[in-house]
């Protein structure tokens, strides 16, 4: 298994810019999470997903949009991209229900100039 | 005040020393977690608890209910031991079994 993947690792946006941040997971699990990690600072929740065609805000979702149109798939959407959405972005899955760890993509180092 | 409280923030040490690293919440909660964080930014489950102790190699790991506090523990640190451990909690009646995150734990471990 491949885990969760995430793509681009790196990527450097212009004031105004849009993109699409990519993650998959092949676990076949129905919770999906984005957060962001900004320096010195605990992880924070944007978006999370319960399964197929169910969003849901985190703490911290303004200037982000995502989608869940399959088990495997959540893209997160930035429209206008600001200096403050400079961050490290991760995406994790893991199985509905009970007591079941949260597996992590690699991470989206995002620089907004 | 974060509802997760890590301390020390930053902690270097030396090879084969005796390494504790604590996590205080402010809320209910179904489940802690210990999560370690390599320098090159991957981010790896080390423990998920509800409850007493559990032992991973080097790594333990314990949870106070009563007292909303939790360890980790490494013995006879290493310097590959070096990341950043982070404690998140899952509160309870939370929709999607969401995390709340502590800022983590930078750790240095010198040969």
């Known amino acids: 298994n491949a885990g969760v993947t995430q793509t681009p690792k790196f990527r450097i946006l212009k004031i105004g810019q849009s993109m699409t941040l990519q993650c998959a997971q092949d676990m076949n699990h129905n919770y999906m999470y984005w957060y962001r990690q900004d320096p010195g600072m605990g992880l924070k929740l944007i978006y999370y997903s319960v399964g197929a065609g169910i969003t849901d805000k985190g703490e911290v979702p303004n200037g982000y949009n995502v989608s869940r149109s399959t088990t495997e798939d959540f893209p997160l959407r930035l429209e206008l991209a600001a200096p403050s959405q400079t961050s490290v972005y991760f995406c994790?899955?893991?199985?509905?229900?009970?007591?079941?760890?949260?597996?992590f993509g690699p991470g989206t180092r995002l620089t907004v100039l | 005040k974060n509802e997760v409280e890590q301390s020390p923030q930053n902690l270097t040490a030396q090879e084969g020393e005796f390494i504790t690293i604590n996590c205080s919440y402010s809320v209910g909660i179904s489940a802690l977690h210990w999560l370690q964080q390599h320098p090159g930014g991957g981010i790896v489950s080390l423990f998920m608890?509800?409850?007493g102790k559990k032992k991973h190699g080097r790594l333990i790991a314990t949870i106070n209910i009563q007292e909303k506090h939790s360890s980790l523990h490494i013995t006879a640190s290493h310097p590959r031991d070096s990341a950043v451990y982070i404690c998140a909690v899952t509160p309870w009646e939370t929709s999607g079994s969401r995390l709340t995150f502590g800022e983590g734990t930078q750790l240095t471990v010198n040969p």
């Open positions: 994790a899955s893991r199985e509905a229900g009970g007591y079941n760890e949260q597996f």
């Open positions: 608890l509800s409850s």
